[in-house]
Nanobody, 129 residues
Framework: EVQLQASGGGLVQAGGSLRLSCATS????????IGWYRQAPGKDREEVAC????????YYGNSVKGRFAISSDSAKNTVYLQMWSLKPEDAAIYYC??????????????????????WGKGTQVTVSS
């Protein structure tokens, strides 16, 4: 059974930082692109970041470039999302996702939320102004 367990969310002041973790199991970590989406109340799902262990490529959504960084620990089958300079508009439920990717480098295809193979339960990030 594939599991994507997100953790690390919480309440932070604007300008602060948080690190989210996504612990994965049930599939070969190196074969999937893994990353994050988010969804705020009343808004569509938004791509945040992608990491492809099979080639090391990364991709970031436009709204988080320069402020967020995705990384991984293959020994723990875990992907991290370090978030800095958080803004109130970053508040959302953050979901860990995985897609088989067909060996593609992380890129614009990551914006297709409906194409993701697996979704985990989200973790709430709240940013106070």
């Amino acid at each position: 059974e594939v599991q994507l367990q997100a953790s690390g969310g919480g309440l932070v002041q604007a300008g602060g930082s948080l690190r989210l973790s996504c612990a994965t199991s049930g599939f070969t970590f190196g074969d999937y692109a893994i990353g994050w989406y988010r969804q705020a109340p009343g808004k569509d799902r938004e791509e945040v970041a992608c990491f492809a262990p099979y080639d090391g490529s990364v991709y970031y959504g436009n709204s988080v470039k320069g402020r967020f960084a995705i990384s991984s620990d293959s020994a723990k089958n875990t992907v991290y999302l370090q978030m800095w300079s958080l803004k109130p508009e970053d508040a959302a439920i953050y979901y860990c996702t995985a897609d088989e990717g067909s060996g593609r480098p992380c890129g614009s295809w990551w914006t297709n939320a409906d194409g993701m193979d697996y979704w985990g339960k989200g973790t709430q990030v709240t940013v106070s102004s």
